[in-house]
């Protein structure tokens, strides 16, 4: 492969680094904003995880720049870009993971998260997906709103065949696995990012010794070439 369309593969993988990580570091914040089903989805910890995977990326970027353009007989720039973008990965894997783990136990985890968020936040999820409480047998049904409006009428969603008819647990756990899937999903597609970097960050010190050697070998011959 010449040197220039190396270069240009390698520049183009470190851009799509710096936009992973503008990209994590503004949905991070964006996420905060007042969202009913965003913020009972997504707690402090997954947002935090985020934001730092991003801050991780945007140095790495910098460090990038600062390796790339170092005079070909110093590749040490390059190697600690290397063990940055093992780090990345490492950071990557573990917020990934951490989220996915806790979306195989969504209906549990989110029944504790439904017990703690206030008697208002509950109405409100109780009318947006016209269901009273989490379980069927619960203390989380919250009277109140356009839909639970009576126990009378919370005592009349009975299904014998069905546990969870008129209960929450299905319409929030059907809303929290697409948002979970998709972040985990797009947090674990910036490995391929980070692997392709770290790959073409090695083919650029292969090519940018085997120049340096080549040069040295030259310079013995009398710059004479190798003609």
Excluded at 101 to 110: A, D, I, K
Excluded at 139 to 166: H, K, M, P, R, Y
Excluded at 212 to 224: L, S, T, V, Y
């Amino acid at each position: 492969m010449p040197s220039k369309r190396l270069m240009s593969v390698w520049a183009f993988l470190d851009v799509c680094l710096l936009a992973a990580g503008v990209i994590l570091i503004v949905f991070s914040e964006l996420f905060r904003m007042p969202n009913l089903m965003i913020n009972f989805t997504l707690n402090d910890g997954f947002l935090l995880g985020g934001l730092v995977t991003g801050i991780f990326f945007l140095i790495t970027f910098v460090v990038s720049v600062g390796a790339v353009v170092q005079k070909n007989h110093n590749t040490t720039g390059l190697v600690m870009l290397n063990w940055l973008l093992v780090i990345d990965s490492l950071v990557v894997l573990v917020v990934g993971t951490i989220i996915w783990f806790f979306s195989l136990e969504q209906r549990n985890n989110y029944f504790k998260v439904y017990k703690s968020v206030s008697p208002e936040t509950r109405i409100q999820i109780q009318d947006k997906f016209s269901c009273c409480g989490y379980f069927t047998q619960n203390d989380t049904v919250e009277i109140g709103g356009s839909f639970c409006t009576s126990q009378t009428f919370v005592d009349q969603l009975v299904n014998a065949t069905d546990a969870t008819f008129g209960r929450c647990v299905g319409p929030i756990t059907a809303s929290t696995d697409y948002t979970l899937n998709n972040i985990f999903t797009t947090i674990y597609g910036f490995m391929a990012v980070v692997i392709s970097l770290f790959l073409a960050t090695m083919c650029v010190i292969k090519r940018r010794q085997e120049e340096e050697r080549f040069k040295r070998i030259d310079a013995k011959r009398g710059g004479r070439g190798f003609v």
